[in-house]
T-cell receptor, first 116, second 117 residues
């Protein structure tokens, strides 16, 4: 059972450029989450997918951010016109369908974004 | 609003000491879930435990134990006979539990544990 994978692991970009990150969840997990973690803080929720449907978005997800999960498998997170404040670790997590409630989320290794 | 507070920013202990990491949560929900995750220096969050709000039984897993007390809204984590490999940042998290919920996690700010040889 392979874990959650994310690509790339590191991304350095100049302010104003667009970046896209990819997440491949555990295959039988239909729930997928994106979080952002800045230095010294806990992860903060960005958005949630159940299969291909994006069902919840945080207010942190400004209009420069967009996420997709076109076939209910992998997901992409795009940031347009990056700003220095976007520098953070972007984490993806997946979990089983909730038949009886919340299940533990399994996290990928993250993509560390540095905006210069 | 939901909130998780981990007041201990950093704890340093000598190997073989016992250490307790505190977690206090706030929620208006009567049903919720609590979690602990470990983030070692490699950066990947590792799931440790999930607890349902209606189950206040304490749990022990090897050197790890968890004490859940609804009366004080606390979910503390104890490592017995700590080891250098326990050095990491530990996060407590809370999840809502309504039907059709996303079950998104609300994390505390974490406690950095340093176990010295």
């Amino acid at each position: 059972d392979t874990g959650v994978s994310q690509d790339p692991r590191h991304k350095i970009t100049k302010r104003g450029q667009n970046v896209t990150f990819r997440c491949d969840p555990i295959s039988e997990h239909n729930r997928l989450y994106w979080y952002r973690q800045t230095l010294g803080q806990g992860p903060e929720f960005l958005t949630y997918f159940q299969n291909e449907a994006q069902l919840e978005k945080s207010r942190l997800l400004s209009d420069r951010f967009s996420a997709e999960r076109p076939k209910g498998s992998f997901s992409t997170l795009e940031i347009q016109r990056t700003e220095q404040g976007d520098s953070a670790m972007y984490l993806c997590a997946s979990s089983y369908p909730s038949g009886q409630g919340a299940y533990e989320q399994y996290f990928g290794p993250g993509t560390r974004l540095t905006v210069t | 609003a939901q909130k998780v507070t981990q007041a201990q920013t950093e704890i340093s202990v000598v190997e073989k000491e016992d250490v307790t990491l505190d977690c206090v949560y706030e929620t208006r929900d009567t049903t919720y879930y609590l979690f602990w995750y470990k983030q070692p220096p490699s950066g990947e969050l590792v799931f440790l435990i999930r607890r349902n709000s209606f189950d206040e039984q304490n749990e022990i897993s090897g050197r790890y134990s968890w004490n859940f007390q609804k009366s004080t809204s606390s979910f503390n984590f104890t490592i017995t006979a700590s080891q250098v490999v326990d050095s990491a940042v530990y996060f407590c998290a809370l999840s809502e539990a309504q039907m059709d919920s996303s079950y998104k996690l609300i994390f505390g700010s974490g406690t950095r544990l340093l176990v010295r040889p």
